[in-house]
């Protein structure tokens, strides 16, 4: 168990539609990071924050947005989904001590019908 | 652009043998390295990094071996057992925006089948 908290696990909804995938980092981690896996692909970065603020954007898609909120848990907006929208969200907390290190959370399956 | 390159997609190896996992990078700038493991349903677990002013970092089986000059490390898993069956990702740590923030740019896996 890595600390990190994903809900849901699962989720199942229609093309057109709007869901939030929500995390929780581990104690005391102030970064949040989001990823995306899909089929045969490799985690590709979407965004970071720390502290609630955003720090980095990576292969994020305008329909997508995130937010970090006081108590540091983060919430990922996904909105007009598309069938290729369907993958792997992880997201992962950085370790204090050492900065590089991420833990990741279970993920949550999205599957866009 | 991939800056990470992991070439073999899958690898299998006999119980109690070694398991040599390879990465290959672009990047100069990337001074942090690092293995996931990742079994299917859940999220990857980290597994052994090396920073890049050393040349190898060994964890109990675990052993990860940096060769700056070719932008190449390898993951070393001796004896390998039969629950070391996952994907292994390989990321690359590099500094950003001035300040200490860090991002992690992942291969795209190599699937391990460790058979009894």
């Known amino acids: 168990d890595s600390g ?8 199942i909804t229609a093309t057109g539609q709007r869901v939030t995938l ?3 980092p581990r104690s005391g981690d ?9 089929l045969d692909q490799g985690l590709q970065f979407l965004i970071q924050y720390y502290n609630g603020e955003e720090r980095a954007k990576g292969n994020i898609l305008e329909r997508f947005s995130a937010q970090q909120f006081p108590d540091l848990h983060s919430e990922l907006n996904l909105s007009s989904l598309e ?3 369907s993958a792997l969200y992880f997201c992962a907390s950085r370790e204090r001590e050492n900065k590089d290190t991420q833990y990741f959370g279970p993920g949550t399956r999205l599957t866009v019908l | 652009d991939q800056q990470v390159k992991q070439n073999s ?3 299998s190896v006999q119980e109690g043998r070694i398991s040599i996992l ?3 990078y672009t990047n100069s700038m990337f001074d942090y390295f690092l293995w996931y493991k990742k079994y299917p349903a859940e999220g990857p677990t980290f597994l052994i990094s090396i920073s890049s002013i050393k040349d190898k970092n060994e964890d109990g089986r675990f052993t990860v071996f940096l060769n700056k000059s070719a ?4 993951l070393h898993i001796v004896p390998s057992q039969p629950g070391d069956s996952a994907v292994y990702f390989c990321a690359a740590s590099a500094r950003f925006g001035g300040g200490s923030n860090y991002k992690l740019t992942f291969g795209k896996g190599t699937l391990l089948t460790v058979n009894p």
Do not use: A, E, I
Request: aromatic residues 10%.
């Open chain 2, 71 to 74: 932008k190449h490390l390898s």
């Open chain 1, 83 to 85: 069938l290729g929208d």
């Open chain 2, 22 to 24: 390879n990465c290959d």
């Open chain 1, 22 to 24: 929500r995390c929780s």
């Open chain 2, 9 to 11: 997609p899958s690898l």
């Open chain 1, 30 to 38: 102030l970064s949040v990071y989001w990823y995306q896996q899909s």
């Open chain 1, 4 to 11: 990190v908290t994903q809900t849901p696990k699962h989720l």
